[in-house]
């Protein structure tokens, strides 16, 4: 092992971990879910503006008052939101 090795064994070792694998997935899934928050903070926007969830949103996109273009650039938005959601929840349950 390299120096640097050795020291970072050690070093995760003193932080209450026992391997660099165990401190490698700890930080992975601290990471994951503060994505999945800031996820719930944008999607929550978009419930907020139009006062519905997305399924309600995609059954009253016609008559919700604002624009077209605006519904669809924040449809697409919500969509892909949900989406890059539901990615980062498959990879923390993969990773329990």
Request: proline share 1%; hydrophobic share 35%; glycine share 4%.
């Amino acid at each position: 092992m390299t120096d640097k090795s050795l020291a970072l064994n050690e070093a995760v070792q003193q932080m209450g971990f026992s391997s660099i694998e165990d401190f490698a997935l700890e930080k992975t899934k601290e990471a994951l879910l503060k994505d999945v928050g800031e996820s719930i903070k944008k999607t929550t926007y978009f419930q907020s503006k139009y006062g519905v969830d997305y399924i309600d949103f995609c059954k009253q996109f016609h008559s919700l008052p604002q624009s077209t273009f605006e519904k669809e650039e924040d449809g697409s938005e919500w969509n892909a939101e949900l989406k890059h959601r539901e990615l980062l929840l498959q990879k923390l349950s993969r990773l329990e």
